[in-house]
Each structure stands twice: as C-alpha cells, then as structure tokens.
C-alpha cells in the first residue's frame, strides 16, 4: 500500500491539464501517493443528478487529503459553487493562500512573502440569499421596518452577512498558530468595522481578545480593508500574516496574487480540522481549455503545500526548486510569464512541456 492516498479531483476547464502536469511533477520526485481519483463538476450531472457527488465527499473524507483543478460555476444554472460546497461540507474553515515571490515571473514587486488566511464559511458567501420580489424578501424587509432596523427599498434583493464569534475565533487563532509555526511576525486582521459595526464589529472584537493571548509572541495590527489594499500595492512588505473574513479575503488574495506575477503563480489550501482540500486561487479559465497553454504553476506550487502538510518536505523542496530554476533560466515557460517577461508570447512552450522543464532539474 502506498504511503499516503490522497483524493485527487481534476476539475474542468483548464483542470485536467493543469492537474496532470501537476501529478507527473510530483510523481517524479519518487514521493509514495496513490492518486484515488474523484470527478466532480458540470460533467458529472448527467450520471449523478449533482455536480459533487457523496462519493467525491467522502472520498476526500476518507483520505483526508485532496488536491483539485478548479472546477467551473456555470452562470445562471441554479448550481451553487462546487469549490463553495465542498468547503462547506468538510467544514473547511480556512482557505490559506501565500503569495510570495519567485524571480523570472516578471512580476511588479520582487520580494513578496505574504500569507493570506481567509475564513471559508459564513459572511456574505453563506449563501442566505433573498431574490428581489419573493414573498420571503417582503416580509424581511417589514421585518426590518418594524423593527427599527432600516427601510429597504421594495424591489431589493438581499444577501445575508452573518460573522460569528465561534467563526472569527477560530479563524484568527489558526492565523496565530500559523504565525508561531512558520516564524512569522506579525498578524493583521482586515475589517470594516466603522461601517459594518455589528459583523466586522464583532469579527475585529474577537480578533483582539485572541491577539492578547498570543502577546509577545506575535505582533498584531487590525487595519480597515480599503487601506489594506492601498497598502498592499503601496508597502507590501508591511503584511506578513493576514487574516480576513471570507469576501475581503476572496479579493485581497486576487490582488497579493497580481504582485507575485498573477493567477498562474498563486497556490491555495482549505483546511479543517479533520480533513484539507489543497487547490489554487485561479478559476477553470475556461477560454484556454484543451489547448496546453495554461500555466500549472500554480496547482504545481499547490501540491508543494500539499505535501509540506504530508510531512513530504525533500519532495516539496525539490519541486520549490525545480520551479524556481525554470522560472529564473526563463525559457520553457508558459505564454503568460513569457509576455510579462517579454511583452510577446512568442517562444511559449504548452502546460506539459513547461513539467517536463521542471522534472528535468530533479
Ligand atoms: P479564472 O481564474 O478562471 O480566470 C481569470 C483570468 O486569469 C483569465 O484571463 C484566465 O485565462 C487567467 N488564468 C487563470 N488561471 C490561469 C492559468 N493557470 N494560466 C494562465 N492563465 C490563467 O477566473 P474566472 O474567469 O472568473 O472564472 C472562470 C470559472 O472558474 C468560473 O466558473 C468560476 O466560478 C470558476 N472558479 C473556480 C474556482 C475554483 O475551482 N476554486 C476559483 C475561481 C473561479
């Protein structure tokens, strides 16, 4: 029996490729993983009536690691997310998404080392949702009304954004504990809670309660979300942890991803407390589907995370350093980090030449 299992979900779009190069790199490096292989998305309504089947759940359950593609949200189907879903069911609770910079990307900034802890599992993504002129929307909005709460125009939709304190405790220790295990120095928690005083407000309550235990171990800062974006393109190297509830979070990792050369370069992990579902920040980038262009790096750098929480360390280090040769010599690189490196596409080799670049090195 292999040494470790791990539930392997290649997703659509972009996925299957991506997610190939991805397990021929880390196949290369000898590290013992059976690959239980587990479809979920679109393609798989027609034979299970849903697009994630219990089996792909439990498999991931299980096995208690995953690593996926991305898998596409088809607009106006009446699917919720599978990316959403799957969070949801193993309770996930942390989407964890560094950004740190490798040379040869031709990003704007050099010395990026920024780790983004967003929380998985409520805020505006719980998915409590009121449509503009259903009857349950009327009656909220007279709820509201007779309550003193606020007048809401009549032909409103509403999104409910629920922050608790079991959610925000949880999310800002793991950002702490993350802080003391990986030698990092400071933790700051993103909020807006001079607006939104009674979910922010609460969320940045418990943040501070939670930073006193941890004081003189780990400085803390908590800082409004509009200036942390500010900031993050003005003084990146002001950000070392930074925790956030689930929106913020969803778009500050797209930004820390733009100063580390863009979606392509940017590795992500869901974590719970029995279970992780390893994948990238990116999407099914659907318009470069089946042709071999889109860059794995960052479901390759997804998979070093992957097997860092293995305990698979040399194998890690081994990809983290063939990625980082094949960056630097800059040849065999995808059409996206060849045009930021030389305003062309021309010389761009496919997704699995790209692997084979970096198998190369080991
Ligand atoms: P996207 O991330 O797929 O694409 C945004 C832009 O980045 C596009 O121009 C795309 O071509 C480019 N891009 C993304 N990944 C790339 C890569 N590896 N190499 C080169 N270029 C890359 O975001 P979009 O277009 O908003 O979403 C497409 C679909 O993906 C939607 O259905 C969305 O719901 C889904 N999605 C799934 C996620 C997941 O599975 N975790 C995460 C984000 C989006």
Redesign the pocket.
């Known amino acids: 029996m292999a040494k470790h299992v791990v539930t392997l979900i290649p997703?659509d779009?972009?996925?299957p490729e991506?997610t190939t190069a991805m397990r021929r790199v880390v196949d290369a490096t000898g590290v013992d993983i059976e690959w239980e292989i587990a479809d979920a998305g679109e393609h798989v309504m027609a034979e299970y009536g849903t697009p994630l089947p219990e089996h792909v759940i439990e498999a991931c359950r299980r096995n208690k690691v995953a690593i996926?593609?991305?898998?596409?949200?088809?607009?106006g189907t009446g699917f919720r997310?599978?990316?959403v879903a799957l969070r949801k069911e193993l309770d996930l609770y942390v989407n964890l998404r560094p950004a740190f910079s490798i040379p040869g990307t031709g990003a704007r900034y050099e010395d990026i080392d920024i780790v983004i802890v967003r929380e998985n599992t409520e805020d505006l993504y719980a998915g409590i949702e009121f449509e503009e002129g259903a009857p349950e929307t009327a009656e909220l909005i007279k709820f509201c009304a007779e309550k003193g709460a606020g007048i809401i125009r009549p032909d409103s939709g509403i999104s409910l954004k629920p922050i608790s304190i079991t959610g925000s405790e949880r999310i800002v220790r793991y950002a702490f504990e993350y802080a003391l295990a990986n030698g990092r120095k400071k933790v700051t928690a993103v909020h807006k809670a001079n607006i939104l005083k009674y979910s922010d407000g609460l969320y940045l309550d418990v943040a501070r309660k939670v930073a006193a235990e941890y004081e003189g171990r780990v400085e803390f800062e908590d800082r409004i979300v509009d200036m942390t974006c500010m900031g993050l393109v003005l003084y990146p190297e002001q950000f070392d942890v930074v925790v956030l509830p689930n929106l913020y979070g969803d778009i500050v990792s797209d930004l820390a991803a733009g100063l580390i050369g863009?979606?392509?370069m940017a590795p992500?992990a869901n974590i719970g407390t029995d279970c992780a579902v390893f994948?990238?920040?990116?999407?099914?980038?659907?318009?470069?589907t089946g042709k071999d262009?889109?860059?794995?790096?960052?479901?390759i750098l997804t998979a070093v995370l992957m097997l860092k929480h293995l305990g698979e360390f040399e194998a890690a280090e081994k990809i983290l350093s063939g990625v980082k040769a094949v960056l630097a010599e800059g040849v065999n690189v995808?059409?996206?980090i060849k045009r930021t490196n030389t305003g062309s596409t021309d010389g761009a080799v496919g997704t699995q030449a790209y692997a084979d670049a970096i198998i190369a090195t080991f």
Not at 293 to 299: F, G, Q, R, V
Request: aromatic fraction near 4%.
């Open positions: 997703g779009g972009i996925g991506i996926k593609g991305p898998v596409t949200t088809p607009v997310s599978v990316n863009g979606l392509g992500g994948e990238p920040v990116h999407g099914s980038a659907p318009k470069y262009m889109a860059n794995p790096t960052a479901e995808t059409y996206d």
